[in-house]
């Protein structure tokens, strides 16, 4: 007998999950999509995207909610550095992320960050141009990101701290998300 379940999760997400016994013998749960896209997304903290060319991670994984580093596997990295090296200038930290999984990006300044929710993230993506560079950030940018490995489809990203090094490639760039 297939059963269906509501989960109330922090910040009032609505997740269903079905499951397809009721005895104790068989607990298997099939996650399925949350169903409330009105729902303000939860925020994470202290993403950093690090000097790529540096001894830090500079990719991040969005479905782990972790660093990457440059030897990490390709499909994990949601948004890596673009950092170089240049044969004259050295390293060149441009302050621009990329992907190597199809992960999309549309900036969106106007985007209301505290109120992401996932229907409004999907209007703000599909009415901008989605591409697999950013331009270069700033503080306080937004980029909606969009990736199929996403469980809800789009992570809202606000760049925060830039911090640019002379000598030691320890440059990298900080943002919250929210998804």
């Given at each position: ?119 409004k993230a999907d209007t703000a993506f599909l009415a901008g141009t989605a591409t697999s560079t950013t331009g270069v950030l700033a503080t306080g940018d937004v980029y909606i ?35």
């Open positions: 007998m297939k059963k269906n379940i509501q989960l109330f999760l922090l910040a009032g997400l609505v997740a269903s999950v079905g499951f397809t016994s009721c005895s104790e013998e068989d607990t298997t749960v099939t996650p399925t999509t949350p169903t409330d896209t009105s729902a303000v997304l939860v925020e994470y903290a202290n993403g950093v995207t690090w000097n790529l060319q540096g001894p830090n991670q500079g990719a991040w994984d969005f479905v782990a909610n972790a660093g990457v580093s440059s030897s990490g596997a390709t499909q994990s990295k949601d948004i890596i550095d673009m950092s170089s090296v240049d044969p004259t200038l050295g390293v060149i930290f441009p302050k621009t992320w990329t992907t190597s999984n199809g992960t999309t990006f549309v900036k969106a300044n106007n985007f209301n960050y505290a109120g992401a929710t996932q229907a990101a969009k990736n199929a490995r996403y469980s809800h489809s789009y992570v809202v990203i606000k760049v925060g701290t830039i911090t640019e090094t002379t000598t030691d490639n320890l440059d990298k760039i900080q943002f919250t998300y929210k998804k």
